[in-house]
Each structure stands twice: as structure tokens, then as C-alpha cells.
């Protein structure tokens, strides 16, 4: 997990770099960057294909904190961004969270954890094997995944992948994230329904993928289920 801290005040980003490694000592995975300038924020950026989770003072000297929260998502869309700023209000659509200075470290360890639960939700893939190929796919990129003879195809973004495998088993590994079986032989990321239709579900890519009265009833009841948590129902 790469984590940069953007901020003018080297007191105050040293700080935050401690909460963070005092916050999970056991990841010998997480990486961390401070950036005290725009310029060498983006350059840091760019050598490291990109930042899981920035924090971003909204009041940097060169650069608005908020025009650059803006520029990162342009780039790098799944970065987990929190502002910082020493206004008690403000906001930006681009922010999983804003918080004021001075940062209270209760508060701070409680967006920081739910910044980490975001990051691994959002991360979560899969490996699928085929002959002497394996491809290693993100939950939040499969649309659906289709059924037959004892073996799949994992529709995505990037195209489509074969593997040898039963639907049963792989909807046991993907219903907890956002997935609902839609038909004995398919399985939809409810993510990327546009809506239910009477014998079929429409994604937002304007597929259709079968659905069968057996299954109706539990396709919409885990998608009103889904859509509770996620959207604004009217």
C-alpha cells in the first residue's frame, strides 16, 4: 500500500507519517512518501505509478490542495484522497474524507482505517488460470461471469478470460463483494447493473445478461439490498 502525505508544514506531515506506521506496524508492505511542493508531489507520483491513499493540505503555497485532488483523479481514479485544512468546513467531491487541523490522532486513526478497508475493497482480485496463462483480475472490474461445461468466462473491462471452474464455487468467493447470481449459469457485479428488467439484467455497457423467474426473486431482493447501502433510493 503506497501512502504520500502532500503537505507545506514538515512538523505536521512528520506527525501524520508516524500515526501511520504506529497505526499498523505489522505492514511490511506500506510504503511512504512525504511531498512538501506540487512539483515534487507529481513527480513522486508519476516514478510510483501512482499513490493508494494521499493526504492533501488544501492550503499549499503553489498549488490549491483541491486543483491537485482533481488532477490525481484525472490520473490515477481508484486513489483514496482525505484533505487536510485548518478550516473547520470545506469539502471537495474528489475526497474520501476532510479533516481539520490540528488533527486529533482518535480521528485520525478512524479515517485512516476506514481509508484501508476502502483500499481493500477496492483491490480485491482474483487470479484466473488458464493452461499456462495466469491473469490476475479486480473485483471492481468484472461485469459478469458466465457458466458452461465446467468452465467459465470472466467478462471485465480489459476483455474477456477463460478458466476451468463451476459457477457454484466462484459465486461462494464473490457474493460477499457485490455480486448476485442472476441465472444457473451466470453471475452479475451488481456495481455495474443500470436495471432489472423482467427476464434479463442491463449493465451499464449495455449487455444483457439472462435471468430466470427461479432466480428473480433473489437477484432483487440482494440489488434493493445493495442499492440501501450504495445509492440514493427515490
Known sequence: MKICILDDDAAFARL???LITDFD???????LTLSDNAYDFYENMMQANGFDIVFISVDLPDENGIAIAEKIKNVFPKTILVLLSEYSTFFSPQAFYCLAKPV?????NAVFTLAVKKYMETNRSIVVKWQNKRNRIALDEISFIEGYNRHLIVHTV??????VGKIPDIYAVLQPHGFVRTHQGFIVNMHYIRAIEADSVLL????RVMMSVRMRHETLLAYDNFTDKQCLVI
Open 104 to 108: 486529533r490522532e482518535d480521528e485520525f
Open 25 to 31: 506496524k505489522t505492514n511490511s508492505d506500506l510504503s
Open 16 to 18: 501524520l507519517g508516524r
Open 204 to 207: 451499464t455497457n449495455g449487455q
Open 158 to 163: 480489459n476483455g474477456n478470460f477463460e478458466t
